[in-house]
C-alpha cells in the first residue's frame, strides 16, 4: 500500500438460577460432640457476642458500586419480611473487585448484624480454620485447652444458636466446600466470593459482578495517583486512557496507581504505552499476591493438572483479538470439536472467559499477564511461544480460500483482520513476523481503502520492522513503508510521530532514488501536508510549490499526482486566507479531475468539497451549499455513510446551514455527526474536536450558553492535548470559548483569553491574517464593552467564530 496525499456500565442481574441456596436441614451439626468438655456442651446457646464483632480488615476504597451494593443487599435479605435466611454468591474475573465489594458491604451493614465473620474459603482447610478463629474470639479461654476438631464444632455450634450474623466465604474455588454450612445453618446470612460461574445450588440468586464505569474508574486511578491533590484536565484524560486500557477493573487500577503513587516520575501515559511490561511490577508494600500475575497464575496453575487443553486454547486465543474469538479458530486440524468446547467452558468456570454458543471473550489483562510470562518459568515460556505460534497458524488457516474461491473472501478478512491487528500489535522483541507480512500487508490495503488508517497502525508498525530487518533501512520496500506509517500516523492525529517520520523518508529517497522521482514528490508532497496540519504554513507552501513545478515536469499537467499536488497547495493558500490565489486553483484542478477521473472518483469529490469551503471562506454559501450538498450525496453513494470523507462532508454541510441561520437543519446533522465520528475516529481525533467545536458554535448561535460553553471548554482542553497550544485549531477554540464568555457577559474571563488568542495568531499566522485581524477586532469590541459596563452605557458587538474544518488535503 502506498498512499499519497476507537463501554457502557455491565447491567447488574439480582437474580438468576445459580446461586447458593439456604437449605433448611434440621440438627445438622457435624463432627464429634463428645470431645467437648462436661459442662461446654451447651455453652454455645450462652455466649453471646459483643456488638460489632468482627474480624474485618479495614475499608478500602470502593467507587461506583453503589448499585451492586444494593443489589447484594436486596439478595440477602430477600426484599421482604420473614427472610432469615439468604445468602448470595458474587462472582466475576479475578481481579474484578469481588472482595473489595464483599468487604464494603459488610462495613456498610455493620450495624445490622449481631456478628460479621470474615472466612477465608479457597479450600475445606482453610474454612475451618478461620472457624477456629471465631471461637478463639469467642471463648478464648476454652479455646486453649482443646483441639482443632472441637473448636470448630464449638462455632458451628454457636452460629446454630444465634441470630442476625453474616458470614462471608472469600475466594471460594469449589462451590462443594462451603455447601455444609449454608445448608445446615440457617441463622443469618451468608455470602460467598467466587470466580467459579457453576456449581452453584439452582435456588439462590447470584451477583455477576463487572468492571466498574469508566467515570468511577477514572476517579479511582486519580485518587491512587494524585492522592489529596486535585488532577489536571490532562491528567484526567490520561487516566481515562489507562483505566480504558486496564478495563476498568479495579484491582488492575489500584495495582497501577500504587506503583504510578511509588514512581511519580512515570507518567500515566508512559505507563499506559508499556502496560504489558508493567503487569508483574507492584509498589513497595503492595502484597505480591494482589499483583494481577499472582492473582491470575494461581487459577492458571490449576489449570494445568486439571485440565492441559484448557491452558493451550487459553494461551491461544491470548494473542487474538480478545472478543468473541471463535470457537473454530480455536480447534487446530485433528482436534474433536467436543474436546475444545469442554476446554473453553472450563474456562468459563473459572471466569477466565466469558462465553457464547459459538464464541468466547476474553480480558484484556488476562491476554497481558499471559503474553508476559517470567523469564524463570520454563514452563510458561513454552506456553507463550506455542500460544503466539498457534494464534499465528489458526488466522492463516482461516485465511484460506474457500472450495471454488481463489482468494479469502471480504467475509474472512473482516472477520479476521481484528485478529491480524492484535498480533501485529503484540509482536515479541525480535520475532519473525515473516508468515504473517502478506496478510499484514493486504489488511491494512483494506483498512485504508475502507477510510480506517488508524486502525492499521499496528499492522504498519510490524510491516516497517520486518522490512528493516530482512531488507535494510533504505531499501524501497522500507522506504514505502515508512512513509505509509507516517500517514497512518497524521490521519490519527499524531502528527509528532509523522513528521519526524516524513522527515527522514524524505532525506532517505533524497539519497537513494534522487530529486525528482515520484516517490521523492510523494515524500516531499506529504510532508507539506504535515506541516500545514500543524499550522506551519511558511514551511508547507514553498515545499508544495516545489513539489507542484516538479510534478508538472516530471508526470505531465493532469497526471493524478500533479492534480493532488495542485489541490493540496490550493488548499494551503486557503488557510493562508489567501482566497485570490486559492479559488482559481481548486476550481481549475477540480475540471481537471472531472476530465481525468470522473465526476464520482473520490479524489473528484475532495476538489469539490474543498472548493464548497473556500467559497465559504469568501462568504459565497450561494454556492457553497449546493456544492456541499452534491459532494455529501456523491461521497454517501460512493464511500458509505460513516466514511470519514463522508463525515467531513456532512459536518461541512452542517456548518454552512448554520453559517447561513438555518440552525434547524444545521444542529440535528451536527449532533448525529459528532456520533458518527466519536464511534468510527474516537473521541480525539482532530475531526471529532472539530465536530464538537462546530456543535458548540452551533448551540452558541441559538443562544445556548448552557450547552454551547462547556462543549468549548472540553475541545479546547483537548486540543491542546492534541494538537498543542499554538495550533490554529486550538487558537480558534480559543477565540470561540473567548467569544461565549463574552456573549455570557463574563468579560473578566474573555479579555485575557482574546488576548493570548490575538498573541499567539500573530506569532503563527501573521499579522494580516484575516484570524489574526478577527481577533484584534474581538479584543477591541471586549474592552469597549468592559469599558461601557463601568461607565453605565452599552456597546455593539462583534463576535467571529470558526464555523468548520474541511476535509483533510488528498
Known amino acids: 500500500m502506498t498512499t499519497d496525499d476507537t463501554a457502557a456500565a455491565p447491567r447488574i442481574e439480582t437474580s438468576g438460577g445459580r446461586a447458593i441456596a439456604a437449605q433448611h436441614i434440621r440438627d445438622a451439626y457435624t463432627g464429634d460432640l463428645n470431645v467437648l468438655p462436661t459442662g461446654v456442651l451447651h455453652a454455645p446457646d450462652k455466649v453471646t457476642a459483643a456488638p460489632g464483632t468482627s474480624n474485618l480488615a479495614p475499608a478500602t476504597l470502593c467507587l461506583g458500586r453503589d448499585e451492586e451494593l444494593t443489589a447484594l443487599r436486596h439478595i440477602l435479605t430477600g426484599g421482604g419480611e420473614g427472610a432469615i435466611t439468604q445468602s448470595g454468591t458474587v462472582h466475576g474475573l479475578g481481579g474484578i473487585g469481588k472482595s473489595t465489594l464483599a468487604l464494603h458491604y459488610a462495613h456498610r451493614h455493620r450495624g445490622d448484624y449481631t456478628l460479621i465473620w470474615w472466612i477465608n474459603a479457597a479450600s475445606p482447610d482453610e474454612i475451618e480454620t478461620s472457624l477456629t478463629e471465631l471461637t478463639k474470639e469467642l471463648v478464648p479461654d476454652w479455646a486453649a485447652s482443646v483441639e482443632r476438631g472441637a473448636q470448630v464444632s464449638w462455632a458451628r455450634q ?15 474455588e469449589d462451590p462443594a466446600d462451603v455447601a455444609p454450612y449454608i445448608g445446615a445453618l440457617h441463622q443469618g446470612h451468608h455470602l460467598a466470593t467466587s470466580r467459579r ?105 490449576a489449570l494445568e493438572r486439571a485440565d492441559p487443553l484448557a491452558v493451550q486454547v487459553l494461551h491461544t486465543a491470548a494473542w487474538l483479538a480478545p472478543d468473541d474469538i471463535p470457537y473454530t479458530l480455536l480447534t487446530p486440524p485433528g482436534t474433536d470439536p467436543d474436546d475444545i468446547a469442554e476446554a473453553i467452558g472450563t474456562l468459563a468456570a473459572y471466569s477466565m472467559v466469558a462465553t457464547t454458543a459459538t464464541a468466547l471473550s476474553i480480558h484484556r ?154 516517490d521523492t514528490l510523494t515524500s516531499r508532497n506529504n510532508l507539506a501536508a504535515a506541516y500545514e496540519s500543524v499550522g506551519d504554513l511558511g514551511r508547507a507552501i514553498p515545499l508544495l510549490k516545489t513539489t507542484l513545478t516538479q510534478y508538472e515536469q516530471e508526470l505531465g499537467d493532469t497526471h493524478p499526482h500533479t492534480l493532488t499536488s495542485r489541490n493540496n497547495l490550493a488548499n494551503a493558500y486557503q488557510a493562508a486566507g489567501d482566497l485570490g490565489r486559492a479559488i482559481p486553483l481548486l476550481k481549475t484542478t477540480l475540471t481537471q479531475r472531472e476530465q481525468v477521473l470522473g465526476d464520482t472518483h473520490p479524489d473528484t469529490l475532495t476538489s469539490r468539497n474543498n472548493l ?57 446533522l451536527l449532533k448525529t455527526t459528532l456520533t458518527q465520528r466519536e464511534q468510527v475516529l474516537g473521541d480525539t ?66 479579555i485575557p483569553l482574546y488576548e493570548a488568542t490575538l498573541t499567539q495568531r500573530e506569532q503563527v499566522l501573521g499579522d494580516t491574517h484575516p484570524d489574526t485581524l478577527a481577533s484584534r477586532n474581538n479584543l477591541a469590541t471586549a474592552h469597549q464593552e468592559f469599558e461601557a459596563v463601568q461607565h453605565g452605557s452599552t456597546a455593539t458587538s462583534v463576535t467571529n467564530a470558526e464555523p468548520h474544518e474541511s476535509s483533510p488535503a488528498d
Open 158 to 172: 454457636w452460629l446454630s444458636w444465634h441470630q442476625g450474623w453474616l458470614l462471608v466465604y472469600d475466594n471460594v
Open 197 to 301: 460461574t457453576t456449581g452453584w445450588p439452582d435456588t439462590a440468586p447470584t451477583l455477576p459482578l463487572g468492571t466498574l464505569h469508566p467515570d468511577d474508574a477514572t476517579n479511582l486511578l486519580c485518587r491512587l495517583v494524585s492522592k489529596d491533590t486535585t488532577p489536571t484536565a490532562h491528567q484526567q484524560a490520561d487516566a481515562r486512557a489507562l483505566a480504558a486500557e486496564l478495563g476498568h477493573l479495579p484491582l488492575a487500577i489500584k495495582q497501577a496507581g500504587a506503583y504510578l503513587a511509588q514512581n511519580p516520575g512515570i507518567s500515566l501515559d508512559a505507563y499506559r504505552r508499556r502496560l504489558d511490561t508493567k503487569l508483574d511490577k507492584t509498589a513497595h508494600g503492595l502484597d505480591a499476591e494482589r499483583t494481577i500475575a499472582r492473582i491470575w497464575n494461581v487459577t492458571l496453575h
Open 365 to 518: 489483562l488476562v491476554q497481558g499477564v499471559l503474553r508476559t510470562p517470567r523469564a524463570s518459568d520454563s514452563l510458561q515460556q513454552l506456553h507463550y511461544l506455542q500460544g503466539r505460534e498457534s494464534a499465528e497458524q489458526a488466522v492463516l488457516r482461516s485465511l484460506t480460500p474457500l472450495p471454488g474461491q481463489d482468494n479469502a473472501t471480504d467475509g474472512q478478512w473482516d472477520a479476521l483482520t481484528p485478529h491480524l491487528v492484535t498480533l501485529a500489535a503484540t509482536t515479541p522483541p525480535e520475532y519473525p513476523n515473516t508468515p504473517l507480512i502478506n496478510a499484514y500487508n493486504t489488511a491494512a490495503d483494506r483498512l485504508y481503502h475502507q477510510g480506517h488508517i488508524a486502525r492499521a497502525i499496528p499492522l504498519l508498525e510490524a510491516i516497517l520492522t520486518q522490512y528493516e530487518q530482512e531488507q535494510g533501512d533504505t531499501h524501497p520496500h522500507t522506504l514505502a513503508s515508512r512513509n505509509n506509517l507516517a500517514y497512518a500516523y497524521r490521519a490519527s492525529g499524531d502528527l509528532g510521530r509523522a513528521i519526524p517520520l516524513y522527515e527522514a523518508t524524505l532525506t532517505q529517497r533524497e539519497q537513494v532514488l534522487g530529486d525528482t522521482h515520484p
Open 612 to 668: 464548497a469551503y473556500t467559497y465559504q471562506a469568501a462568504g459565497d454559501l450561494g454556492r457553497a451549499i449546493p456544492l456541499y450538498e452534491a459532494t455529501l450525496t456523491q461521497r454517501e453513494q460512493v464511500l458509505g455513510d460513516t466514511h470519514p470523507d463522508t463525515l467531513a462532508s456532512r459536518n461541512n454541510l452542517a456548518a454552512a446551514y448554520r453559517a447561513a441561520g438555518d440552525l434547524g437543519r444545521a444542529i440535528p
Open 685 to 750: 481525533h482532530p475531526d471529532t474536536l472539530s465536530g464538537r467545536n462546530n456543535l458548540a458554535v452551533a448551540y452558541h448561535s441559538a443562544g445556548d450558553l448552557g450547552r454551547a460553553i462547556p462543549l468549548y471548554e472540553a475541545t479546547l482542553t483537548q486540543r491542546e492535548q492534541v494538537l498543542g497550544d499554538t495550533h490554529p485549531d486550538t487558537l480558534n477554540s480559543r477565540n470561540n470559548l473567548a467569544a461565549a464568555y463574552r456573549a455570557a457577559g463574563d468579560l473578566g474571563r474573555a
